[in-house]
């Protein structure tokens, strides 16, 4: 079987200077880790992923989803779902609003699937409310919620759990990763933060592809 | 934008070559007017640009300046004829400063012999153009503010014990000036070649050069033209080398202000009086306008009204009733315009920034220059070509030929209230709409345009006051037939009828007030449950 | 031979005049039928609103009887109009012109003849030529000494005339000189529009008339020759007067409106119109005060006659000529002539009329501020346009350019 994702010799570069470089595949309900300072070219390879690369860059190399290769595609034609680290709710739009816009447009009975996700992520009721009203936790699980709604063939995540405090941090990071699982996606998480690494469970990388080592979680 | 007024500019020129310049330099009156053209339009320009500065400089921060922000809209709306018909009304031996301080502290009962309005030496004029010029810069100077970091520049410099106004030449000055560099030479372009507020505020012996180039144009003797031709010619050579001049003024300036900065000395005792200042002649122009509109309004319904009376006998609403057809019928034709160019502005603008953002365009300086040359292009040098292709297009004369005309003016002022708001949209946003699977379309149409409603109303708003307010552009692509608010209003000024006038120029600030007032109101109504979209 | 015989000797002649014109009467209807329908823009100055109102009122005449539509296109100056023409025939429009029908005369209707930019003649087969007063009144045919050759038709007569507040001024002056000795006495409450305005050197012409050792040269063009010792008087007058004037001639209002304008700030106490009946009307709309009275000089006040023309490309033709015919009908100019409308004096011959369209001038009354027909004294011949061209020209020269 190919790897759901799979980065082949997939390497960004500005000015003859190596910025990503990473060959690698993660497969379904796998994690992968991309860790590094800031300015280590962790949004870069995000970028590039998702397609929003600045022109300044130049790339080369493969993406692959789902055995397709979707390396020349426009960002809203890969069907990679993005968490960032801010939740980016639209604030022009309704909680139901936000997710049913990331809903499909094949997807009937829209208002019934977009309350039916609602309830499952623990914010029933939550249609009309204006996004700006939200507690953070509540903001993170919608945002979350929409990514998931678009149904994404893999899922980056760009330091979401950043602007967290440290309490809700472990409860959102569980319901992320476990949402991802169930739904088999293959997930690579950008972050500078430890505990989300370990957390993670799955290999750490540099993003010119270096393994780094984390050590155990501390009991 | 560089084609109608380039087309227009030749256009212009060849009727000069046949004989119009000799004519011209044997007119006794050309020295003068060339000489009131460059002393108004620095005198104006200098004077708004300092007050503007000064007014942020010294109350940048404080209540006092919300008050200033929110007197913006309102003033900016006001037609430049609007506001000089009412400085005039004001102003004038007869108007109501004097009535209102005769004969109880004064003594007259017939009106002084004082020459305060079409003076010789055009101050009337420049504080016509004054009170228009300081809200156009302030609002330049506010959306260039936010990318200047001038809270913090300023709070920097307080720390180190600079005052507030020499704080801000040295620290954000330096910073702001290059933005607010091109709405400053429209300002001086605009002071040097006003017609209609030089026809009814400026001197007669000789007017203005672009005042009497217009005044060529309509002369009977048919030679007129080939001697506007030059005129316009001259003006905009004149206009040109103001430019320079202004421009060598700057680097003057660039090369002083570091030579100051490093003297080490704070300016302290400069704060309390140019505050002082900043309030007093900020506020006597928001009292002058808020008076001037106060007699428009009281005029359009005064019966008889003679000095020294302060106020009219009685109140009539004749005035009023007798030209309701004609002030509703060029009501319509002046939203009909307005709306026509906006909506076609607005479309331009927003496909214009729309594609700057989706192929990472960098649009240059050239294409900022390009925006503003309708703008810095004296009218009255390429609107007479313009004319002439328009009539040869079989378009002379429509209400379609008038808005096209019109949007000329009025896509530089949508890009400008636009491009800020729209280039400061957050394009992550676009991004995790792509994410979510949304084409670029459907972002642009979904998330971008409702997100960004506030800034395409206040465009929008701006975009209609600016063609409700053209006068020349109007005259000359309208061939007479097309009449607006403010052709009609600029043609009584010539009649002096203060009650029609009245009438007229309350309109032309009511219209556009109108786009104001929905600029704010539908906002606030739409987005009343989104505390997000609050600014 | 008396003037009262003389009109009745031109109705005669006129009804004779008529006989071939009969024969025109199947052209006529021809016009009218062609007029059905059409829109008619008529650029006129659009400066007072009771000419507009009037205009108006016309409008709905040729609607109600002749189906055409009045458009007035309200011109800040005439000259707008001679404007438009010009840029039309320099675009090579020939055919389908903006403008209709002009309110015109002198200098602008000289300059459109001399330029071929009018149709016609077309004045004198119009079916209500035969009722105006072209024998009493030769101003009618001869507009600034130019015969206008059926190439403009007339619709109002205008004489100068002198307005003042009879509260502030007990003995007006009659006379150029008696006006200059009143300034010097009174100096800052006189001023004259800004030559080359209409009404301003309107003022200068008539001072000519009062200034000049041998005014009958006014009536044929400026001979260069003599021009200069001729106008010397003028220029002494002028310089005189000056500095007597409203703000020391250091601004001039800019227009007959507004000079009125100024007589009702009481800014000045002597201003003047080219309409005897101005200053009634203005009273009666409470725009003056109603001690407003006029006055004419003794030896005659300068007097002239308004018309409309037609431009070569004009669109509706057939509707402008309906509606020169229109105004030249007794009804209309009934109307011009109420003090409380416009004040105009009539172009026709009230001799010429059936009884019931006398009946209708003689219903009118004069209005408290207005002079009667023989109060109002002799109309001077408008001098040779060439005259009011040069003297504002040079009127610029001299005083137009002060800084």
């Known amino acids: ?219 | 934008m560089a084609l109608p007024v380039l087309a227009g500019l030749l256009g212009t020129l060849i009727p000069a070559l046949d004989g119009g310049f000799d004519r011209l330099a044997e007119w006794p009156g050309l020295r003068g007017a060339m000489g009131l053209s460059l002393v108004t339009g620095f005198a104006s320009t200098g004077v708004s640009l300092a007050l503007a500065l000064l007014l942020t400089a010294a109350l940048y921060g404080t209540p006092a300046f919300v008050r200033v922000q929110r007197l913006l809209a309102p003033v900016l709306s006001l037609p430049h004829a609007a506001a000089a018909l009412g400085l005039a009304f004001l102003l004038a031996p007869s108007g109501w400063i004097a009535r209102a301080i005769s004969p109880w502290a004064t003594g007259w009962t017939v009106p002084p012999d004082l020459l305060t309005l079409n003076d010789t030496g055009g101050v009337a004029l420049i504080l016509g153009l004054v009170v228009k010029e300081v809200p156009f810069l302030l609002l330049m100077i506010l959306s260039a503010l936010p990318q200047t970091d001038a809270a913090r520049r300023m709070m920097l410099c307080r720390t180190l014990g600079y005052g507030r106004v020499r704080g801000f030449a040295l620290t954000v000055l330096p910073a702001l000036y290059p933005q607010l560099r091109l709405p400053v030479y429209a300002v001086l372009a605009y002071a040097m070649t006003s017609v209609e507020t030089a026809l009814i505020l400026g001197p007669t012996l000789p007017p203005s050069l672009s005042a009497q180039v217009v005044l060529w144009m309509n002369a009977p003797d048919l030679q007129g033209r080939g001697l506007a031709a030059a005129g316009a010619v001259v003006q905009l050579v004149l206009v040109i080398g103001a430019l320079l001049v202004w421009r060598a003024g700057e680097i003057l300036c660039r090369i002083a202000l570091p030579a100051l900065a490093q003297s080490g000395r704070r300016g302290l005792w400069l704060d309390q009086p140019l505050a002082i200042l900043a309030r007093v002649m900020g506020g006597g122009l928001a009292l002058a306008m808020a008076a001037a509109l106060a007699g428009l309004a009281l005029w359009s319904v005064a019966g008889p009204w003679q000095f020294p009376d302060a106020l009219p006998d009685r109140l009539t609403l004749s005035t009023w009733s007798r030209a309701l057809p004609d002030l509703r019928d060029s009501a319509v034709v002046t939203l009909a315009i307005a709306a026509l160019s906006t909506l076609a502005a607005l479309a331009l603008v927003l496909g214009c920034l729309e594609a700057e953002h989706r192929f990472a365009l960098h649009p240059g300086a050239g294409a900022m220059w390009l925006l503003y040359l309708p703008l810095v292009m004296p009218q009255v040098a390429f609107l007479p070509g313009v004319q002439m292709l328009a009539l040869q297009a079989g378009l002379g004369g429509t209400v379609l030929a008038v808005a096209l005309m019109h949007l000329v003016f009025v896509l530089p002022y949508v890009f400008l209230s636009l491009s800020a708001p729209f280039r400061a949209w957050d394009t992550r946003i676009a991004a995790a709409g792509a994410t979510l699977g949304a084409a670029p379309a459907r972002v642009f149409w979904r998330l971008r345009l409702p997100m960004l409603m506030a800034p395409v109303l206040t465009a929008a708003a701006v975009g209609m006051a600016v063609s409700i307010g053209q006068y020349l552009p109007t005259l000359m692509a309208g061939g007479g037939r097309v009449e607006t608010v403010t052709t009609a209003a600029v043609a009584l000024a010539s009649g002096g009828n203060r009650r029609l006038i009245g009438a007229y120029g309350l309109l032309q600030i009511v219209l556009p007030a109108l786009g104001f007032v929905l600029e704010l109101a539908l906002p606030a109504l739409v987005w009343r449950n989104r505390r997000g979209m609050r600014a | 031979m008396d003037r009262r015989r003389f009109g009745q000797l031109t109705a005669l002649f006129a009804l004779g005049a008529s006989l071939p014109r009969m024969a025109l009467a199947g052209e006529w209807e021809a016009v009218l039928a062609e007029a059905q329908g059409q829109t008619v823009y008529w650029h006129a100055w659009g400066g007072d609103p009771k000419i507009n109102d009037f205009i108006a009122w016309v409008g709905e005449q040729a609607q109600a009887q002749y189906g055409v539509t009045l458009e007035h296109v309200k011109l800040a100056s005439t000259a707008d109009a001679v404007a438009q023409v010009l840029a039309e025939r320099d675009a090579g429009k020939t055919t389908g012109g903006a403008v209709d029908l002009i309110w015109i005369n002198g200098e602008n209707f000289a300059a459109m003849k001399a330029a071929g930019l009018l149709h016609g003649p077309f004045a004198e087969n119009l079916p209500n030529w035969p009722l105006v007063d072209v024998a009493g009144k030769p101003a009618v045919v001869t507009d600034f000494t130019l015969p206008t050759e059926g190439f403009e038709s007339p619709w109002a007569m205008a004489q100068l005339v002198f307005e003042y507040d009879s509260a502030r001024v007990a003995t007006p002056p009659r006379s150029v000189t008696a006006l200059a000795d009143w300034a010097a006495a009174n100096p800052g409450r006189f001023t004259y529009p800004q030559p080359p305005d209409y009404l301003g050197t309107t003022f200068l012409k008539q001072v000519l008339y009062g200034v000049m050792a041998d005014p009958s040269v006014l009536q044929a063009p400026v001979d260069e020759a003599s021009y200069a010792a001729q106008v010397a008087p003028l220029w002494a007058y002028l310089d005189a007067l000056h500095p007597n004037l409203w703000r020391a001639a250091q601004a001039f209002p800019q227009n007959e409106p507004a000079l009125g304008q100024l007589l009702a700030d009481a800014e000045v106490d002597i201003a003047f119109a080219f309409n005897p009946g101005r200053a009634s009307a203005e009273i009666a709309a409470g725009t003056l005060p109603d001690t407003v009275r006029t006055v004419t000089f003794d030896g005659g006040t300068i007097g002239n006659a308004s018309f409309v023309a037609i431009p070569f490309n004009a669109t509706a033709r057939a509707g402008a000529q309906v509606v020169a015919n229109l105004i030249l009908s007794p009804a209309v100019q009934a109307r011009a002539q109420d003090p409380a409308v416009l004040g105009f004096q009539t172009v026709l011959n009230l001799a010429a009329l059936t009884p019931e369209d006398r009946a209708r001038f003689d219903a009118l009354s004069l209005g408290v501020a207005t002079l009667s027909p023989a109060e109002l004294g002799p109309a001077l011949l408008e001098p040779h346009a060439s005259w009011m061209t040069r003297i504002a020209a040079d009127w610029v020269a001299r005083y137009g350019v002060a800084q």
């Open chain 1, 1 to 219: 079987m190919t790897a759901a994702l799979a980065l082949d010799q997939f390497r960004v570069t500005l000015a003859d200077q190596s910025v990503v470089h990473l060959d690698v595949s993660v497969q379904a309900g796998e994690v992968l880790t991309l860790m590094g300072p800031s300015g280590s070219g962790k949004s870069t390879a995000l970028a590039a992923m998702i397609g929003t690369l600045a022109p300044d860059f130049r790339q080369s190399g493969r993406i692959w989803l789902a055995g397709r290769d979707i390396t020349g595609l426009p960002t809203h034609a890969r069907r990679i779902g993005l968490m960032f680290q801010d939740d980016l709710l639209f604030p022009h739009l309704s909680v139901g609003g936000n997710l049913a816009f990331a809903l499909p447009p094949r997807v009937k009975d829209r208002a019934l699937v977009v309350a039916a996700a609602l309830v499952d992520a623990g914010l029933s009721g939550f249609d009309h409310r204006d996004p700006a009203t939200l507690s953070g936790g509540q903001r993170a699980r919608v945002a979350l919620l929409r990514t998931l709604l678009a149904e994404p063939k893999a899922l980056l995540l760009d330091e979401p759990f950043s602007r967290l405090d440290a309490g809700l941090r472990g409860q959102i990071r569980s319901f992320v990763f476990d949402q991802a699982r169930a739904r088999g996606l293959p997930v690579i998480l950008v972050t500078h933060d430890i505990e989300d690494a370990r957390a993670a469970g799955g290999r750490v990388l540099t993003p010119l592809g270096q393994a780094v080592g984390i050590g155990p979680a501390p009991v």
